[in-house]
Each structure stands twice: as C-alpha cells, then as structure tokens.
C-alpha cells in the first residue's frame, strides 16, 4: 500500500538555523498539508497545498514558515531562522482531490537548541 | 475557528472490555469526522470515519457514532486488546476545506 514519505526522521538544528523538511506524498495524490504535533500535545495544521498554491494557512503559518513542490514528487516545508519553540514533529499528509481522507507521514522529530 | 474537545484524556481498560472516547465540535458546518490511532514514535493512522449524513459506522470491533444536533461524535472499541493501546485522536473539518482540526487526544491504556 502506498504510504506518504518524510525525510528526515530526526533533525537538530541551532537557533536562527534555517532547515527543509522533505516530503514525499502519495503519488495520485494532489492535496498536501503540514501539520506539527509538539511534544504531549495534540496536532495542529500549519498548511494546505493545492495546485502550486497555498490553499489555507493557520496563524503559527507565519513569515518563517514557506512551503514549496520543487519537482513532480517532493513537497517541502522550510523555516527560515528556527526558534526554540519550532520543536516538534512535523507530520506530512496528502489526499486526493474530492476526497475528504488525509494520510500522514511518518513525521521529521525537529529539535532547535 | 473549528474548537474540538476530546474526553477523557486518559483511559485504563481491562483487556476484552470496551472504551468510549467522546469529541465535541463547535462549528456546525463541519461534516467530516476523522479518528486517528497514533502508537508510541509513529504516524496517525486513520481508523475509522464518519460523514454527517450518517449517524453510525461500524468496522469489525470499531464504531463511530455521531449527533449533529448535540455536536458530537464518540469512538467505540469493543473487546479491547492490549494492542489497542494507544493515542487516539479525533478531528474535524469540513468537506471541501482542507484544516483538520484535532482533539487533544486520549490515551488508551488496555491491560492484559
């Protein structure tokens, strides 16, 4: 069964650092979305992605924060200069079009020292 | 914005008894409720759904239930394994939009 790919699994980085997180989606998949999930706590939408465009973005989606579909199979989410606060896991989902069920990867753990 | 609650935030079980996790939802627009099954280190795995225009969904010891007047949805899992052991998250969104909006989770704990 096709799964949805995240590289990589664990990342450190220092403050002020910029850093990419890869995604790989399910291949007839058009729909793509960001979510983090901080340590104990529940998960949280970042981003939509449909049609090399942003289709939604939450308030924690700010300035740092971009997303881009470099080529026909990755999607990427990059912070620009990571805070403290950035650490988390940073799940990637994707859907198909009409189809209300997202699939999530397996997540990039991020820790900002 | 979309507000789910999700109760209780811990739940101990024996092995072969049942759980019942509840979710309610704020905006009576959303008709898409999504549970999620999410094992220690590991992706949230979809589990079961339910679209409002259902009131109930079954899938082997797994049920969904949902009342849109009261605005909520509720996880039923019946003779419960110790691999059932888990953090179960419920969500919502509706059709057409793309924003999951989860619940804080509940962690299921069945002993053997």
């Known amino acids: 069964e096709p799964e949805v790919t995240q590289t990589p699994s664990h990342q450190v980085t220092q403050m002020g650092q910029e850093v990419i997180l890869r995604c790989v989606p399910i291949?007839?998949?058009?729909?793509f979305y960001w979510y983090r999930q901080i340590l104990g706590q529940k998960v949280e939408f970042l981003v939509s992605f449909y049609n090399n465009e942003i289709s939604e973005k939450s308030e924690i989606f700010d300035d740092q924060f971009s997303v881009e579909r470099p080529d026909g199979s990755n999607f990427t989410l990059k912070i620009r200069s990571t805070k403290l606060e950035d650490s988390a896991m940073y799940f990637c989902?994707?859907?198909?079009?009409?189809?209300?069920?997202?699939?999530f990867g397996p997540g990039t753990r991020l820790l900002v020292l | 914005g979309e507000n789910v609650e999700q109760h209780p935030s811990t739940l101990s079980v024996q092995e072969g008894d049942s759980a019942v996790i509840k979710c309610t939802y704020s905006d009576s627009a959303s008709n898409y409720f999504p549970w999620y099954k999410q094992e220690l280190g590991k992706r949230p795995q979809l589990i079961i759904d339910i679209r409002s225009n259902v009131g109930e969904k079954k899938d082997q010891r797994i049920a969904v239930t949902l009342n849109k007047t009261a605005k909520h949805f509720s996880l039923h899992i019946t003779e419960t394994q110790p691999e059932d052991s888990a953090v179960y998250f419920c969500a919502a969104s509706i059709s057409g939009y793309s924003t999951l909006t989860f619940g804080k989770g509940t962690m299921l704990l069945v002993s053997p």
């Open positions: 989902a994707s859907s198909e079009v009409g189809e209300e069920t997202q699939y």
């Open positions: 291949s007839n998949h058009l729909y």
